[in-house]
């Protein structure tokens, strides 16, 4: 028997095709040459199915409108740093009587978003799929992590992700509003909120995280992790795998040699030692912060809001 088209189809697609129920079962039986991934979803083969064959098969269960949300539609959009998807997370309207089975699992939801199509599947957009997997997701550094991603690549922004939360109610976002905290005030990575919470702790000024510092002619600085405007100090959380080759190393020796030229105080700090000697990491802060106010400010600017 020849079967053209997709591999993955629906059970009932075959039957009307031609095929009869009792072929199809025999099929799918132990041995045979066909599978049944999910109920009613068949894969014309035996061998392990692929990821993209999981994720047809968990849209065909969700029947004509459903939609692929959660980590393996921020894969499809382009995001890196995430963690391995367990399941193959899929929306369904509220109204439709779909439950979740085997990898897919279904949630329904009055909130059904227009999909993008990504190779030809229908996609929840960024926003979306970040907080759908936010939401379903345990460990802090790996909701910060994404969420620090989606921003810092301009996938989506604090204020749409903010949006995205309001509407997804109470359930599961109490671990996604923490970790947003810090990038509504502008931090870009899992390092840089740490630094954040911690300058929370110091008792230290505000200041502004991620903004160009311009000297007095207005030529560019440098972009630090976090900057004191009053006193034209800056913190960098500089790690060893940013300085892991010779270009980036001399990039971050050009830039330190930028702020003393300018005058600025900088302080340099690994991002292990946020967690591992945040004490110390305190006074050290102090330490510099006190020489930066010691000295006369330099004539230099950050960037207008």
Not at 152 to 161: I, K, V
Not at 207 to 214: A, D, K, L, Y
Not at 236 to 260: C, F, G, P, Q, W
């Amino acid at each position: 028997m020849l079967i053209h088209g997709p591999l993955v189809v629906r059970a009932a697609a075959l039957r009307a095709a031609g095929v009869p129920g009792r072929t199809i079962s025999r099929r799918c039986g132990p041995g045979g040459p066909w599978q049944r991934l999910l109920p009613g979803i068949v894969l014309l083969h035996s061998g392990e199915p692929t990821g993209e064959q999981q994720l047809q098969a968990a849209l065909l269960h969700g029947r004509e409108t459903a939609v692929l949300t959660g980590l393996w539609a921020l894969r499809r959009h382009g995001l890196e740093r995430l963690p391995p998807p367990r399941d193959v997370h899929v929306l369904v309207s509220a109204d439709r009587r779909v439950t979740s089975t085997g990898f897919a699992h279904v949630e329904r939801t009055r909130h059904l978003p227009r999909p993008h199509f990504r190779n030809d599947l229908p996609v929840a957009p960024v926003p979306r799929a970040v907080i759908d997997a936010a939401r379903r997701l345990t460990d802090p550094d790996e909701i910060q992590a994404m969420m620090a991603e989606s921003v810092q690549r301009r996938f989506c922004t604090t204020e749409m992700l903010t949006r995205e939360l309001d509407q997804a109610g109470r359930p599961g976002t109490a671990l996604p509003r923490q970790a947003l905290v810090p990038l509504i005030c502008g931090a870009r990575s899992v390092a840089e909120a740490d630094a954040w919470r911690l300058w929370r702790r110091s008792g230290l000024p505000p200041g502004h995280w991620n903004v160009p510092i311009f000297d007095a002619n207005g030529t560019y600085i440098a972009t630090p992790d976090f900057w004191c405007d009053e006193i034209a100090f800056a913190w960098e959380i500089d790690s060893y795998r940013h300085h892991a080759n010779l270009e980036d190393h001399r990039d971050t020796v050009a830039r330190n040699a930028r702020y003393v030229a300018a005058g600025i105080v900088v302080l340099q700090t690994l991002p292990s030692r946020l967690r591992t000697e945040p004490d110390q990491v305190l006074r050290e802060l102090h330490a510099a912060f006190r020489t930066a106010q010691a000295r006369p400010r330099p004539t230099v600017r950050r960037a207008a809001a």
